[in-house]
């Protein structure tokens, strides 16, 4: 929620052609790209595993 706050702040601030003396720059998005990726492949992933056992389990349940 701070990035997308952060976000807007740069965007107003570029349009108007003002400089932000505390503002981020765009070295922090990088690892905050990379750690987005990580936490939903990882939910993504999880969401896999779940499914897939809840289809096997299924599946031997009707023998």
């Given at each position: 929620?701070?990035?997308?706050?952060?976000?807007i702040a740069m965007q107003i601030a570029?349009?108007?052609e003002v400089d932000l003396d505390n503002?981020?720059?765009e070295s922090s998005?990088?690892?905050l790209?990379?750690?987005k990726t990580l936490?939903?492949?990882m939910l993504l992933y999880a969401l896999f595993l779940y499914l897939k056992s809840?289809?096997?389990?299924k599946g031997t349940d009707d023998e």
């Open positions: 929620m701070y990035n997308g706050y952060l976000d570029e349009s108007k503002a981020v720059g998005k990088y690892p790209l990379i750690v936490f939903y492949g809840k289809f096997r389990k």
